[in-house]
Nanobody, 120 residues
């Protein structure tokens, strides 16, 4: 069982920056891909960025060149640097981690979410 804790959300002006983080804890064999989804009010949850344990990253088109995902494998922590924030980026951001819990068995865990508000 793993437990993810998101943190770092807040309110920032349009064009500003924020960094959110997520730390995993618990008894799993390993953690593979970690990443961030977001859900704005009235919209579906969408993938924002992912990063594998080897450091391969993937971003949704709307955040490329503005957001940067990184991770510290030793700390089981994933970060998302949000730069040049736009009003459309306002949402609850949820981290996830794909963990190997037993041979041949993987489970996706989710954080509780951290709110990002963008003001004009």
């Amino acid at each position: 069982q793993a437990h993810l804790v998101d943190s770092g959300g807040g309110s920032v002006q349009s064009g500003g920056s924020l960094r959110i983080s997520c730390t995993a804890s618990g008894m799993v064999l390993s953690i593979d891909t970690m990443g961030w989804y977001r859900q704005a009010l009235g919209k579906q949850r969408e993938m924002v960025a992912t990063i594998t344990s080897a450091g391969t990253t993937n971003y949704t088109d709307s955040v490329k060149c503005r957001f940067t995902i990184s991770r510290d494998n030793a700390k089981d922590t994933v970060y998302l640097q949000l730069d040049r924030l736009e009003s459309e980026d306002a949402a609850a951001y949820y981290c996830h981690a794909n963990a190997k819990v037993a041979e041949g068995r993987k489970v996706r865990y989710w954080g509780q979410g951290t709110q990002v508000t963008v003001t004009s």
